[in-house]
């Protein structure tokens, strides 16, 4: 058995396990991801959660202070001989702020809620979103070096094929089927790693949709290049308007 002949089989399984995830895997758009990751992403679950408290807070500033209720003994002997009392008041208070100063304090928790909106829970909306989209597009990126490298390796493999072929017959000396079998071997540990780059790659998207470990997903579409010109002014001008925080 001539050498790699091993990685070749190793090579073939992989595959056969690709073709297996992919026929049983959910096909998710990029639109989709993104949608779910604003939906399950425990950052923004967070961040809506410090809204909601922020509104919270901001509802309890319309209330009344808590009234107060007072018991007053007079005449005691004793502490203890409240039945001997010479004479009990009972009554309950209630303190009301000033128009102005409960308006004004309504006013600052309202803008303290809006505030958390836009610091916290539109920031970090825009930041996942980003964050998906780089993944998806670094998954996409992945596969298509995986294609190419497996292509690269069948090519290593024919030239390894003809260069013995060219042996046996006398045509080569050894050295030239070493050199493929070399080239071979290093197409293999390159197909090997980008397997392992593409499937990190599903594991970041997938940690930012709080998927299942164990679910098995692809996404569509391919890799596209758009070049985009921007000049510093225009980019901070963009940023102004739609940087919520």
Known sequence: MYPYTRFTSLIVLLSLMVG????????????QAIEQALER???????????EVAQAQ?????????????????????????????????????????PMEWWWRREAAKQF????????????KLDIRLRC????????????????????????????KKARLRYEA??????????????????????LAARNEWLSAKAELSAL????SGAFFEVTGDLVFNPVEWNVTDLKELAKQQRAD
């Open 20 to 31: 297996l995830e992919l026929a049983d895997a959910e096909m998710i758009t990029r639109d």
């Open 113 to 124: 809620a809006d505030a958390v909106k836009k610091s916290v829970y539109e920031t970090k």
């Open 58 to 98: 901001a509802v309890q500033t319309r209330a009344w202070s808590n009234p107060e209720f007072e018991l007053e003994f007079e005449e005691l002997p004793e502490i203890s001989s409240l039945g001997k009392f010479g004479e009990r008041n009972i009554g309950v208070s209630q303190s009301i702020a000033l």
């Open 41 to 51: 992403n425990p950052e923004i679950i967070a961040a809506r959660k410090a809204w």
């Open 170 to 191: 006398g045509d080569v000396p050894q050295l030239e089927v070493l050199r493929a079998e070399v080239e071979s071997g290093r197409a293999i540990k390159a197909v």
């Open 133 to 160: 989209q780089i993944a998806y597009d670094h998954i996409l990126m992945q596969r298509q070096r995986l294609v190419y490298l497996e292509e690269n390796y069948q090519l290593a493999q024919d030239f390894l």
């Open 209 to 212: 949709l709080a998927r299942d």
